[in-house]
């Protein structure tokens, strides 16, 4: 058994679901970093290099193998962006949409020093904006269960995802 989140860059997938994972007595599985161990070099590195589209073919292969996983899955942010993903998404009992207000994920990844995002990291807001947009349906219809972070701590928003899954 797992637990999927989904959403936007800043929307909270790793931390959120490393706050679960423990209060679950579970594991956590982190897409952007089982990538980055098969690919041997940073997500930016690997953007520069092979392009978003490999990148995607890679994270669907991820995701597939995901069925076997049992804990907490914090998927990368376009996971959605592929139509076979969706279907995967759609098809699985647990799958939860971390959302949150454009300018408050946008708040979240420039504070987020640590991760260097090719999609938001130095781009202005109505760029990101432009990837943002098209995506919002994409993960409401992907998802089972919807939680808005926007102004919620994260120990609020595991409780609230403890209490209604
Ligand atoms: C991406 C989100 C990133 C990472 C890559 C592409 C996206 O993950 O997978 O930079 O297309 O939204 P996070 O959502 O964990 O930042």
Redesign the pocket.
């Known amino acids: 058994m797992n637990i999927i989140l989904i959403g936007?860059?800043g929307a909270g997938?790793?931390t959120i679901g490393r706050l679960l994972a423990e209060k679950l007595h579970t594991e956590q599985h982190d897409f952007?970093k089982i990538i980055v161990e098969q690919i041997g070099m940073s997500?930016a590195d690997y953007f520069a290099s092979y392009g978003s589209e490999s990148f995607r073919e890679i994270e669907t292969k991820v995701l597939e193998q995901s069925l076997t996983l049992d804990g907490i899955i914090s998927t990368?942010?376009?996971i959605v962006m592929k139509k076979e993903n969706q279907h995967f998404l759609q098809g699985h009992p647990n799958v939860i949409y971390l959302k949150a207000d454009l300018d408050e994920l946008v708040h979240r990844v420039v504070l987020d020093k640590r991760?260097v995002?090719?999609?938001a990291s130095s781009k202005s807001i109505d760029e990101i904006r432009e990837v943002y947009l098209p995506r919002i349906s994409l993960y409401e219809k992907s998802a089972n269960l919807v939680i808005d972070t926007t102004t919620k701590k994260p120990e609020d928003i595991v409780q609230e995802i403890l209490d209604k899954v």
């Open positions: 936007f860059m997938k790793t952007d997500i990368g942010g376009g991760n995002r090719p999609l």
